[in-house]
């Protein structure tokens, strides 16, 4: 017993103002980290069950949680330099040689933990929001420490470093409101009552239970083409991304097939006359059946 009294009063440091750093001291330190920052893990995941529950948007719970968590580890530090008796003074001269570690070599973490916390508090890009990066469309998962997670509309998750969602051209769906306008086109035959051909448009567009009525959707001859008179519908619809708005569409051009097919209207489709210029006129001569001849079969 008197070895490990002695173990543990053992000094390991003694600072300018005279207090003695003992080895009993840092034991408890790291004693009082682990289970502190087991507790703030524990009290950030309540915190986000708790807010799960309320009304409050995803991204301004996932801010609280943050700022909850990030408070809880700060008062953590504090308290474990007053156990360990450091005064802040001490942390001068490493701080400003952390200070220059970081501007050469750890420039790029620092940069995107920023860009992260500009992307929570001014919200280009919130959580649940359907966004256009490049080429990749999909859905914002997490906006993390270093990372923002966007899981793509075929389920493949795309990690886009923070700073570059600040820097480089975002389309957000979803930003202001869930509406968006689409359109949807077809041709019919020429020959056709262009009149009940729109007035049957509009009807397979507005029977969408999707479609907004207002702005009120309208149908317009768009134009005389090559092979069809080309029409188009124009419509305002209230989705929360690509795949929904794919199926609005699709259910509009069966309701158009459908209304066409009752009406007799044809839906036009690529066609050529071919005229023969000659100066006499051709001869068509019907050919024997070889079967016939044979007697095969054929």
């Not at 420490?145 to 570059?164: A, E, K």
């Not at 489709?269 to 044979?294: C, E, G, K, N, Y």
């Amino acid at each position: 017993m008197e070895t490990l009294r002695t173990i543990w009063n053992f000094a390991l440091y003694t600072f300018s103002d005279g207090s003695v750093l003992h080895v009993g001291q840092i034991v408890l330190v790291l004693l009082i980290v682990v289970g502190g920052y087991i507790l703030s893990k524990l009290i950030e995941r309540f915190t986000r069950n708790r807010l799960a529950q309320t009304d409050l948007r995803p991204d301004a719970a996932h801010i609280l949680q943050r700022v909850i968590f990030y408070v809880l580890i700060a008062a953590l530090a504090i308290t474990t330099l007053s156990l360990l008796h450091v005064p802040l003074t001490a942390f001068a001269f490493v701080s400003g040689a952390i200070a220059i570690g970081v501007g050469f070599g750890a420039q790029n973490i620092i940069n995107n933990f920023i860009s992260g916390w500009i992307l929570l508090f001014e919200k280009p890009v919130r959580i649940d929001d359907f966004v256009e990066v490049d080429e990749h469309m999909g859905v914002v998962e997490r906006i993390g420490n270093r990372s923002t997670r966007i899981r793509r509309t075929d389920g493949v998750h795309l990690l886009i470093p923070n700073s570059q969602m600040l820097e480089r051209v975002v389309v957000n769906w979803t930003l202001i409101d869930d509406l968006i306008r689409t359109s949807v086109r077809v041709g019919v035959a020429y020959g056709s009552p262009i009149k009940l051909v729109g007035e049957l448009f509009l009807q397979a567009v507005t029977e969408q239970p999707e479609v907004q009525a207002e702005p009120a959707p309208s149908v317009v001859l768009d134009d005389f083409g090559d092979n069809a008179i080309v029409f188009d519908a124009f419509l305002w619809c209230e989705v929360g991304g690509e795949r929904m708005l794919r199926q609005i569409r699709s259910a509009i051009r069966f309701r158009i097939a459908e209304l066409f097919d009752e009406n007799g209207i044809v839906i036009a489709f690529p066609q050529r006359d071919v005229h023969l210029d000659t100066q006499t006129p051709l001869q068509v001569q019907m050919l024997p059946d070889a079967s016939a001849t044979t007697g095969e079969k054929p």
